[in-house]
């Protein structure tokens, strides 16, 4: 392998860094509202698309999230080689131009086609991004910054059902995605005036770009991912399933057996030798299962057992995501003085008792302020919490080198966790007329899935210290 040790030091960090700031985050906040906002867009497509079964209709929202996990880790790579700023601007282009072609669309596969490439933009931007953030701000300021980076992503995610329900009633689903051509330009604005074009740093590592390992990391994130996404229609024995499912985890083998005989590898492996970075990252997995099994479940139970209207459904699941913000500011201050473990270990017991209240309380008759509102308010605290100390912790102690490839591979592993969340609510809910006891299920498998999050972040330390490799 490479030498490791011979890795660029760390660049002086920008003299105003919170208009970089900015402008990363507009960027950061259309690309996660579009990755939940289809979520309150399905019954306005059947009526756009009323001969589309119901299948074909998922793969609009599927397509784009089996894309975005397959090519996060290799763009992170891509950011670390050929530049940060480069990578930016190409995929926030990429992004804006398939906006602004999925709301032309008049076609279904035409839309879908047009989701793929949103995809691709989406994980070209988001590592470039996190890394233009890590490099703007000083050693001893970036838990605050990217705690706040996080948070802005969680806000994105947490408020895309909320916010598309409300442009879809206002002027049709194409305005889920017009909404990012003029937001997305002034990033683009701000991106050619405020971001420096720097030596890409990841030029020490060997700037060949290990395209074997791309491909088999490609082909085992998207085989698992495809699996657990056709679970929702064709089952687990499927045959469909259980090969793509076996199929991916051969790649993944296959993958680590080469990268760990190649001399540039797509993933340098020592990354998880860390025991920081590697029980972070489970922790990302079990918590997006958890995120992701909250939002189907919550929007599914407004609008099925209270039989709430589409924008009451947004409006109603809405206090929630706007304590993320603030509950984030507190904690990236936090972090910047005692690590992220109180933080991510408290945060996860917070949500697990929001769905706990869930389990226990709300009923069939509608009683907002008393049985639900407490609940949601517990969840959106615990996520503004545990989601960007999350992103944060993941490369608190890697090299600036590093910081595009690791923080794409923990955006990643929360993608198959979003993945395989929604297969496993589908499972429980998925039939035509679910009652009480199958959302209450639901519930109770997100407080678990808490719980083995606090428990698994009970080994995370970034306590602060001088950074190492």
């Given at each position: 392998m490479t030498d490791r040790a011979a890795v660029p030091s760390t660049p002086e960090p920008a003299a105003s860094p919170w208009p970089v700031f900015l402008t990363a985050s507009v960027a950061v906040f259309l690309i996660s509202v579009d990755a939940t906002v289809l979520y309150a867009a399905f019954p306005a497509l059947s009526q756009a698309f009323p001969a589309a079964p119901a299948s074909a209709l998922s793969w609009i929202l599927n397509a784009y999230t089996v894309v975005y996990a397959v090519l996060l880790v290799p763009a992170g790579r891509l950011a670390d080689l050929y530049g940060r700023k480069r990578m930016f601007l190409i995929g926030l282009t990429l992004f804006l131009l398939?906006?602004?072609?999925?709301?032309?669309?008049?076609?279904?596969?035409?839309?879908?086609?047009?989701?793929?490439?949103q995809a691709v933009g989406a994980?070209?931007?988001?590592?470039?991004?996190?890394?233009?953030?890590l490099g703007a701000f000083a050693i001893e300021r970036r838990a605050i910054a990217v705690s706040l980076w996080g948070a802005i992503s969680a806000l994105g995610a947490a408020t895309g059902p909320s916010l598309g329900s409300w442009l879809i009633d206002l002027g049709g689903w194409p305005w889920a995605f017009y909404l990012n051509v003029p937001l997305g330009m002034l990033s683009v604005w701000g991106a050619g005036r405020l971001l420096r074009s720097t030596p890409p740093e990841g030029?020490?590592?060997g700037a060949r770009?290990?395209?074997?390992?791309?491909?088999?990391?490609?082909?085992?994130?998207?085989?698992?991912?495809?699996?657990?996404?056709?679970?929702?229609?064709?089952?687990?024995?499927?045959?469909?399933?259980v090969g793509a499912l076996l199929g991916g985890v051969l790649s993944l083998l296959l993958f680590v057996w080469w990268a760990r005989r190649t001399d540039a590898p797509a993933i340098d492996l020592t990354l998880f030798d860390n025991a920081t970075y590697r029980f972070v990252n489970l922790a990302t997995l079990s918590f997006g299962m958890a995120f992701s099994m909250m939002f189907f479940s919550y929007f599914l139970f407004m609008s099925g057992l209270w039989h709430r209207t589409l924008t009451e459904a947004g409006v109603a699941i809405l206090p929630g995501p706007l304590l993320v913000m603030p509950t984030s500011v507190v904690a990236g201050r936090v972090a910047s003085r005692l690590g992220h473990r109180p933080l991510l270990v408290g945060g996860s017991l917070v949500f697990a008792a929001g769905a706990l209240w869930s389990v226990l309380v709300p009923g069939l008759t509608p009683a907002y302020l008393t049985d639900w509102l407490p609940g949601l308010l517990l969840t959106g605290i615990g996520t503004g919490m545990v989601l960007p100390s999350l992103s944060a912790a993941a490369v608190s102690r890697l090299n600036p080198a590093r910081f595009g490839v690791g923080s794409a591979i923990n955006q990643a592993v929360r993608q198959?966790?979003?993945?395989?969340?929604?297969?496993?609510?589908?499972?429980?809910?998925?039939?035509?007329?679910?009652?009480?006891?199958?959302?209450?299920?639901?519930?109770?498998?997100?407080?678990?899935l808490c719980l083995i999050t606090a428990a698994l972040c009970l080994s995370v330390d970034t306590r602060p210290r001088q950074a190492h490799t």
């Open positions: 398939a906006s602004l072609g999925c709301g032309l669309s008049g076609d279904l596969w035409v839309l879908t086609g047009f989701r793929v490439l994980a070209t931007l988001l590592p470039a991004s996190l890394a233009v953030v030029a020490g590592l770009l290990d395209v074997i390992g791309i491909l088999l990391l490609m082909a085992g994130v998207g085989a698992t991912a495809l699996g657990l996404v056709q679970s929702e229609s064709l089952g687990w024995g499927s045959a469909t399933v198959i966790g979003t993945v395989l969340g929604v297969a496993v609510t589908v499972a429980l809910l998925g039939h035509r007329s679910p009652h009480l006891t199958d959302f209450r299920t639901v519930f109770g498998w997100e407080v678990a």
